[in-house]
């Protein structure tokens, strides 16, 4: 409990006002002190003055101290806690009056503050006392002529007994220790106060703290109730937000790693089939190189080539892919017309889709228009989505390449539209889309066709199949122009890639 938040902040909180007690105190004290000494001297400022007529008949030859005495004795009006003495020119004790000689402590006083007295500046002025070395008092002070010796001073201490010592004054004065109750009154209340709001506002702080222990011991679920916009607030609301980062961030390293599995399983597969192939043929074509007759020969050759080409495609497409994820490959873009560059892909592929009975063909907008985007790469992602195109449609099914222009809000993020815009429209997107009419894909698989080595059909063979990089690889190229490949299919009827690029002028 002692090393807790609101123990070290209650003692601080405590220290503090304790602290300011002590100084409100003091500094009370001393005023009061201080005003005394101003009202005991203003009331008495002329009383130095008022007795020199008094004295001075009884200092002319010598100093009569009897009969100064006397004087002082049957003085009425005149304050009785007064000390009086006689200075010469330079503060040095004469002669004291009503005051023990054995008490004496200065044989002279500063004549500073006679000075100051006398020129009349603000008071309080405080003088030396002679019967004590380091204290000063209220005085007044008039010249007076002594035993024919001029600029004499009679100095007087006023108040002596009052301002023996500030213990005293204190357990005399109902003022100041009624201040001083009511001080102490107003620090006890508010030091209550204090510990009872921190109790509050810690409860707060601890409650923030069992919701942190919770999720630290794994349950992620937690939250912290936000019920104001203070600093404890933010705090939470910041706690928060990072929690649901950390949980976010957390399931994405699961994904990561289920696809690490994956794909160390799938590259592993993928490149045992063609290395086993590869080997097995060469080693036929070791072990019975002098039966074998020369075509029989070429055949496994050309197979363990065959085999060859495939795993150096698929070494190659995995690392196009990685460079295009780590952004070592960056676009760079350059004004093109998107027409020529499809019409170009169409021709290549149109002799091995006539070979396997598809109907390629392109369907361009009579406009012209240009695109800005990299054109190496845009020609990446038509030869990969017209090749997986050609592969899942059966023979004598038609794969369709396309471009429309839309205008800006037209783009619903559903199929691609037919045809171009309306006549007198502003074009500034162009759409362009493959579309086939093979079996279609899945409602469950549509979420999962741009992942790497993902494929609809399993039990397709991979020589017919690919090895389901193609799609990750468009898929990536289109992101790193700003853009979103998309997918729309229908099971029995076909599938629709599709994504869109900028017009420029030109």
């Not at 009884?58 to 007064?82: K, Q, S």
């Not at 295009?324 to 592929?349: G, N, R």
Request: proline share 5%.
């Amino acid at each position: 409990m002692l090393h807790s938040f609101y123990a070290k902040l209650s003692a601080l909180f405590l220290l503090l006002i304790v602290g300011l007690g002590v100084i409100i105190a003091t500094l009370g004290v001393r005023a009061a002190q201080q005003y005394a000494d101003e009202v005991e001297q203003k009331l008495n400022r002329t009383l130095a003055e008022e007795l020199v007529p008094r004295f001075e008949p009884l200092l002319e030859d010598r100093v009569e101290y009897e009969a100064i005495e006397a004087e002082i004795e049957d003085m009425t009006g005149i304050n009785r806690r007064i000390e009086i003495y006689l200075l010469d020119d330079d503060g040095g004790l004469k002669a004291s009056f009503g005051v023990p000689e054995a008490s004496m402590k200065r044989s002279a006083v500063a004549m500073e503050p006679i000075r100051q007295f006398m020129s009349g500046e603000e008071l309080p002025i405080l003088g030396d006392d002679p019967r004590d070395p380091d204290g000063h008092k209220p005085f007044s002070v008039a010249h007076i002529d002594a035993m024919g010796q001029r600029d004499c001073y009679l100095y007087i201490i006023l108040g002596s007994e009052q301002y023996a010592s500030t213990a005293r004054m204190l357990g005399d004065s109902y003022i100041v220790q009624t201040a001083l109750r009511g001080l102490a009154l107003v620090l006890f209340t508010t030091a209550g106060l204090g510990l009872f709001f921190f109790r509050r506002l810690t409860q707060r702080l601890r409650a923030m703290q069992n919701v942190v222990s919770r999720f630290e011991r794994g349950d992620f679920k937690q939250r912290m109730t936000v019920r104001s916009s203070d600093e404890i607030g933010r705090l939470a609301e910041c706690f928060n937000q990072m929690a649901d980062t950390l949980v976010d961030t957390m399931k994405d390293l699961r994904d990561a790693d289920r696809m690490r599995r994956e794909l160390v399983a799938n590259v592993s597969h993928d490149l045992r089939s063609p290395l086993s192939s590869i080997q097995g043929y060469l080693e036929t074509v070791s072990i019975k190189d002098g039966d074998l007759d020369p075509a029989e020969r070429r055949r496994y050759v050309e197979t363990a080539l065959r085999n060859a080409q495939r795993l150096n495609s698929l070494v190659g497409s995995l690392f196009e892919l990685s460079k295009l994820e780590t952004k070592q490959i960056q676009p760079e873009p350059e004004a093109f017309p998107l027409a020529e560059l499809v019409q170009d892909v169409v021709l290549q592929y149109r002799p091995r889709a006539e070979a396997e009975d598809v109907d390629l063909q392109a369907e361009l907008p009579d406009r012209r228009v240009r695109t800005h985007a990299d054109i190496g790469l845009m020609e990446r992602v038509l030869t990969n989505l017209i090749d997986n195109a050609i592969h899942y449609t059966p023979a004598g099914g038609t794969v369709r390449v396309g471009m429309s222009v839309t205008e800006t809000g037209d783009e619903d993020g559903g199929a691609p539209p037919d045809g171009a815009p309306p006549d007198g429209a502003t074009p500034d997107r162009i759409r362009l889309f493959v579309r086939d009419t093979g079996p279609g894909i899945p409602e469950d698989d549509v979420p999962h066709v741009f992942e790497r080595f993902y494929r609809v059909d399993k039990s397709r063979d991979r020589d017919r199949g690919g090895a389901g990089l193609g799609l990750a690889i468009a898929h990536t190229i289109v992101d790193l122009h700003g853009e979103t490949l998309q997918v729309k299919s229908d099971v029995g009827r076909g599938t629709t890639f599709w994504f869109d690029l900028p017009v420029v002028d030109g």
